[in-house]
């Protein structure tokens, strides 16, 4: 199964720290992002896992639920939790799923079709290191995959959901390096005399086809 931006997320019902959940439900009319990693007591997601969870309150504020996943079971996610506080300084303070039989890693294809999961290495398991970010419709709104070897940048997925939830609710995309507070574009799919009703303070043409304009509030 190949999972694809605008595709519906695919539902399912799983183990977690904090109890067993049905993902859509669970979702409910938030927005989410499920992260995910090959194995239990790695050193990379181990510094993930805290960072992320240092930046829950700001998932919070965004009306975003948070949630880890790694193929091993629930038992040793407990054992882990201990060590990521230890080492990051920060508790986890979000669900992480149990995938010992890779339900979840082959619904949302992180599974190499070649792996052999034989041993059940971080190794065999290494292409499971996705970050999806699902709206609140179910719809994948955006997926990043990273190798083992490099740490994946949560600051970055952060402000990837502010640019998300700005097009979503002001139908505008955003240029290189946006940051929250900069110029925004105008899409193409909108005329020029529609982004005058739109924007009666005026925009900034640069090509007919490139249109700036403040950031809606």
């Known amino acids: 199964m190949t999972i694809r931006i605008g595709d519906e997320a695919p539902d399912f019902t799983a183990d977690t720290t904090e109890g067993p959940i049905h993902f859509h439900q669970w979702i409910g009319d938030k927005w989410a992002i499920l992260f995910s990693h090959p194995k239990d007591f790695t050193p990379v997601c181990t510094t993930e896992l805290g960072y992320v969870a240092r930046l829950k309150p700001e998932f919070d504020k965004r009306n975003t639920r948070v949630i880890g996943l790694s193929i091993d079971p629930v038992s040793d996610h407990h054992a882990w939790v201990g060590d990521i506080a230890e080492t990051q300084g920060h508790a986890v303070n979000y669900p992480m799923i149990g995938d010992e039989n890779l339900v979840v890693a082959k619904l949302y294809d992180m599974i190499h079709p070649n792996a052999s999961g034989g ?81 009666p303070e005026g925009f900034k043409t640069l090509k007919p086809y490139l249109r700036t304009v403040p950031q809606p509030k």
């Open 119 to 199: 041993s059940r290495s971080a190794v065999d398991n290494a292409t499971v290191r996705s970050v999806f970010i699902i709206g609140p419709d179910k719809k994948i709104k955006a997926m990043l995959i990273y190798p083992m070897s490099a740490g994946r940048n949560f600051d970055e997925v952060l402000r990837l959901l502010d640019a998300l939830q700005l097009n979503a609710k002001h139908t505008v995309a955003t240029p290189v390096n946006w940051k929250p507070g900069d110029d925004v574009i105008i899409p193409t799919s909108v005329s020029d005399e529609d982004a005058r009703k739109k924007y």
